[in-house]
Structure formats: C-alpha cells, structure tokens
C-alpha cells in the first residue's frame, strides 16, 4: 500500500533525501535562483515586459499579454507579488497591477540589454522596432537613443555627476532643472532616488531614471512635445519637440 497519496516508502525516503541535498547546498545570501525562476518563466517574462510600460493593468489585460488564461495569469501574478516583484491596486472591484519600485524596472531593462548584447533576441519584428529604439518608456522615464542622448548632454554639460557607483545632479544642474519647469522641492521630499543610471537595452548605455528622469518626461508631455502612442511603449516626438529637445540637451565638447 502506498502513503502519502500515490508516492511509495521508497519515493518518499528518495524525495526527503534529495530536498536534504538540495538544502545542503543552498548558500547564504541573496536567491538569485528564486528571482532568475521567477523572471525566466515565459508568461511571467510578458507579464512583466507589459508592465514595463508603466501602466496599471488588469489580470485579463496581463493574460492577454502573456498569452495564457485569466487563471493561470492570477496564479503567475501571485507568484511575482510573493517575490516582491509586482504591487497590487485596487479600485472599486477592479484590481491593477504595476511593477514593484523602479529597481525591478531598471533589472528588466539590464536583463534585456544583455539578451539583446549576446543576440538571444526574438526573430519576430516589426514596424514598431525603429520606434521603440529611437524612444519608449522604461516603466516612468524615458529610454532609447533620445533617452541615451538626454543623459549624455547633461553629463557633458555638468548637469549630472558620475561617480563609480552613482549619479547625481549638480548645482548646474539644479538651476537648470528648475528653470525647464521642474519642481525640484517635490522631488526632493520623494522616496525615490533623484537620479538614477538604467542601462538601456537598444543602446547598451545609459539613460537617466530615478524621480527627474519620470519628471522630465512628464514635462515633454506637458509641453507638447511628446506623447504616447496608445498600446505601445513608443514615445512619439513632435518635429518641433524633437529638435527642441537636441538643441537644450545635446552634448558639449
């Protein structure tokens, strides 16, 4: 007679002693096996890719995403919420989900950079490619080659500081901060770090995120020079936007 449900005496003392080998050789420190299984999943690697737009979105839209049943997206969905991945919103009887902070977005970014850099790219492409280089949206700042650009300008500039590990903005690049419209006394009240470097996966170098990267690009949509194209993460710049923003950012000798 077999215990537990359909498993042997045998199995069982297999299934113990392989789960005491396994934790034998667990090591202390942060699981990156954990994090690499939940991002390495197929279904959950849409789910988050979607979210890297920076919107809300439902469990029907993210199944739809994923390619995979409402049920099986909620159990997916679970699972990146247990591993701190994901935020959950709730408003009226809809639920939203979003990614968890900006550093799940800038992991995401940097894991595509290096997917992209060792080719292990997908062989569908489309219209949307040349757009999606040039500017997007990486979860709330700008990326691609205009977002590339930005952040080199306001290095050359002496806008921002690059130390080993960080960057920073400089008192330069304060006065200009504020003189192009944005509210540095809210900024700095944020959790959020003001700067922040993100790897961009097109270019393979860095655009600028933390809370006056989000603030920039909220201000080329407030000015008109930009807007977002619906069901994308394109970010479409006017002709004039275009050209306004390479001439205030472009980098200096």
Not at 102 to 127: C, F, H, N, Q, W
Not at 247 to 252: D, L, N, T
């Amino acid at each position: 007679m077999s215990l537990h449900g359909s498993l042997s005496i045998e199995q069982c003392h297999i299934a113990r002693r392989e789960c005491f080998d396994y934790d034998r050789t667990m090591k202390e420190g942060p699981d990156i096996a954990l994090l690499g299984s939940l991002i390495g999943d197929p279904a959950r690697a849409n789910i988050l890719t979607a979210l890297m737009s920076g919107k809300a979105l439902t469990a029907t839209e993210l199944a739809s995403e994923a390619g995979v049943t409402v049920q099986t997206a909620s159990s997916h969905l679970k699972k990146l919420q247990d591993g701190h991945l994901l935020r959950q919103r709730k408003q009226g009887r809809h639920r939203y989900f979003t990614l968890a902070d900006d550093d799940v977005g800038s992991i995401l970014e940097a894991m595509m950079g290096l997917a992209a850099k060792r080719g292990l790219v997908r062989t569908r492409t489309g219209p949307k490619d040349d757009a999606l280089r040039k500017a997007r949206v990486c979860y709330n700042h700008l990326a691609g080659d205009l977002g590339v650009a930005i952040y080199d300008g306001m290095v050359s500039r002496g806008y921002l500081a690059e130390t080993d590990d960080a960057v920073s903005l400089t008192r330069a690049g304060e006065d200009f901060a504020v003189q192009f419209g944005v509210d540095l006394a809210t900024l700095s009240k944020s959790r959020r770090p003001m700067c922040k470097s993100c790897l961009d996966w097109s270019s393979r170098r860095t655009h600028l995120a933390g809370s006056l990267g989000t603030a920039l690009l909220n201000r080329f949509y407030d000015l008109g020079w930009a807007s977002r194209v619906d069901g994308s993460r394109v970010v479409e710049f006017t002709g004039r936007g275009e050209r306004q923003l390479l001439k205030m950012f472009a980098a200096v000798s």
